[in-house]
């Protein structure tokens, strides 16, 4: 059964970019040299921001990004050191390439989750997204994982170049011996906030028509399945993150913001100095937050209107819940 997963007010979930560079160059991509820069974060400044997120008295969630953080040479050692601060769990998104040899550097124990992203359920659809051979790589990295033991994950963004693939995903996370998947939405963030075939959001119809239909049967593999909220209704109660919830979306050139759909403005709320967390100058996100308007989020109101939709009355026919509110569909066998 889908149930909604409210924000956690007891743990810290920690997005650290520890690079910003990336061998692919896929057409969604929602890294913003201009805004995040180039830089590739030395160890001893990973291991010291780890520090500052965390606590003795609050869990710690800690995801490893890039870019592509497995082109981080001391990927391993990031790892090992999250682990030594006693975080309660940790995750690499990798595109697959599973660069400078990082499965033989790291152990099942070290790391909770691989998450490996795929946009298509054939190479045709994932390498006009991706790039070319990315869906071989991709693939070829899972297999690898999972032959060594690591607990894996895979992300897959949906848009309108590939929805009709989605509900192929199924046998195929069966093969591949999956452990949890995450559908994504397209985010107007980095590339895909232009105006080209990138911006291919799909509709609400569309949303509501295919997501959870699919989403219950991969679950009915065994295999748990999260997926954003997106849309409320009347009666649903809106909250934003930003406001009951502790994200941090770190980024090399020492911005920290609370909200991901922010991350294109240079609005983020802290930042750290010094090897510390400081507020910045308003105005910024956090002013947004308190924001309480109809539509639900408020950053969604200012970047993609286009899914909004009102009524005769002028109101809102639904609200648009924070990007960061999922749905999750614990797996089932029967
Ligand atoms: S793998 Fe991730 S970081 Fe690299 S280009 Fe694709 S979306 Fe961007
Ligand atoms: S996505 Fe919207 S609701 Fe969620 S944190 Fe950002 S501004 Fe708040």
């Known amino acids: 059964m889908k149930k909604t997963v409210s924000f956690s007010k007891n743990a810290i979930n920690v997005f650290f970019h520890i690079l910003t560079s990336c061998n692919l160059k896929c057409r969604h991509c929602y890294i913003n040299i201009e805004q995040h820069g180039k830089d590739k974060l030395p160890i001893s400044t990973i291991n010291a921001w780890l520090g500052i997120f965390t606590k003795k008295s609050i869990k710690t969630n800690v995801i490893f990004l890039g870019g592509e953080p497995t082109m981080h040479p001391d990927l391993s050692l990031a790892i090992k050191k999250a682990g030594d601060l006693g975080c309660d769990s940790i995750t690499v998104d990798t595109n697959g390439y599973l660069f400078n040899d990082i499965l033989s550097k790291v152990k099942p124990k070290d790391v909770d989750y691989f998450s490996f992203s795929l946009d298509g359920a054939t190479p045709k659809t994932n390498d006009w997204i991706r790039g070319k051979g990315s869906y071989d790589a991709c693939i070829a990295g899972i297999r690898e994982a999972v032959s060594r033991g690591f ?32 559908i994504q939405v397209i985010g107007l963030r980095g590339k895909s906030a232009g105006d080209g075939p990138e911006k291919s959001q ?118 648009i819940a924070c990007c960061l509110l999922k749905e999750e569909i614990k797996g089932t066998t029967h």
């Not at 607990?151 to 591949?176: C, F, G």
């Not at 100095?273 to 308003?282: A, H, I, Q, Y």
């Not at 105005?283 to 539509?295: A, R, Y």
């Open 202 to 319: 799909v509709l609400h119809s569309q949303w509501l028509g295919a997501i959870p239909d699919i989403a219950q049967k991969v679950a009915e593999l065994g295999v748990t399945v999260t997926y954003p909220k997106v849309f409320l209704d009347s009666k649903e109660e809106f909250e934003c993150a930003g406001l009951v919830a502790k994200n941090y979306f770190i980024f090399p050139n020492g911005r920290v913001y609370r909200c991901p759909l922010c991350e294109d403005f240079p609005i983020h709320s802290l930042e750290i100095k010094n090897s510390k967390l400081v507020n910045t100058k308003r105005i910024n996100e956090s002013d947004l937050f308190k924001l309480n308007i109809p539509e639900g989020c408020v950053m969604n109101k200012l970047i993609q209107p286009e899914n909004l939709s009102y009524n005769k009355d002028g109101m809102p026919e639904y609200k």
């Open 151 to 182: 607990a894996t994950s895979l992300i897959y963004t949906v848009s309108r170049a590939n929805l009709h693939e989605l509900s192929m995903m199924v046998p195929l996370i069966k093969d591949l011996g999956i452990h949890r998947f995450f």
